[in-house]
């Protein structure tokens, strides 16, 4: 069982930092100007450095070759939950201006604060590259389709939305972050490197991302009554989405796409995580329901306290 403590440690984390943005909002430190900028520095300027950094510094051009074909089950997993996230938002109405987060978080986790130290505690060091090829999918997927879908909740004619290919839209999605990450892999591809001192700077501003990100979802909690805080169905749905249906659709697809036994264990436990942190931001950023996202995610964090712990256990057992 001590794998499974060290493992949390990583939610605690969380969960203390989400608390320190939440305590100083409700003492008056922060005001709405003060979360938008939180929002808009997490997004234009702290991300995108760290998504360079962190590409640069986990791949190099071999690895990113060798290890591409098993890139097929993580992409083919996350497009089944999202397809499920879809028909969900419609069998079981969710509000019209919910469902991009709705979705979005069926499919998306968080592969790296939280995910990353609960594989290391799993199966050690030999799961890092699996770990961050989950991560690279999951990136890409929630800077593309899943703020696709983030951007549709903001436009109230639902008629009339912009195709996912319409410029609007595409300047939306091409966002600070998904730059940084083409950027990250651009420079792997062609085996370039920033100088140190570069790096470095890049790593230290990169580092108050996930931070940041935290303590912007204290400081919309805060906002919410916590006696109002209403678990209705949009909300529990979210919380089954990212939990089981995930996970699930990574072991369904097990069985028909050939990868490592490893593999198979860091993609389902990658997929059990919490919902990615940077989804209330986004939602700020362009004006949608960051209050909904914000509950989502820190309700998924406190959950996985228990949740994760089972799923470690089960996939150690049966995987």
Known sequence: MEFVFKALEGIFSIVFIICIGFVLSRRGWFDEYSSALIARLVTAVSLPLYMIVSISKNFDHNKLIAMAPD?????CSMLLAFCVGKLCS??????????GIFCTNFF????????LPVNLALFGEKSIPAVMLYYMVNTVFFWTLGVHNIVQDTMTDFKDKPDFFSQAVLKKIFSPPLAGFVVGIILVLLDL?????LLNSFQYVGNL???????????????????EIGFDKDLLLGVAGR???????VLVLVPFISVTALSAQVFTMQATMPAMTQMAIVAKTYGADSAYAATLSF???????VIVPLYMMLVNLYL
Request: aromatic share 10%; with cysteine; glycine share 6%.
């Open 71 to 75: 890139l097929l089950l993580p992409i």
């Open 90 to 99: 419609r069998i079981f109405k969710i509000q019209k201006t919910r469902r």
């Open 108 to 115: 998306i986790a968080n592969t790296m604060f939280i995910g």
């Open 193 to 197: 490197r920033f100088p140190v001192f």
């Open 209 to 227: 991302t996930t931070p940041l990100s935290l303590v912007f979802i204290g400081i919309e909690m805060s906002k919410i009554p916590l006696g």
């Open 243 to 249: 939990f089981l249906v995930c996970p699930l659709c």
């Open 299 to 305: 309700l998924t964090v406190i959950l996985g306290i």
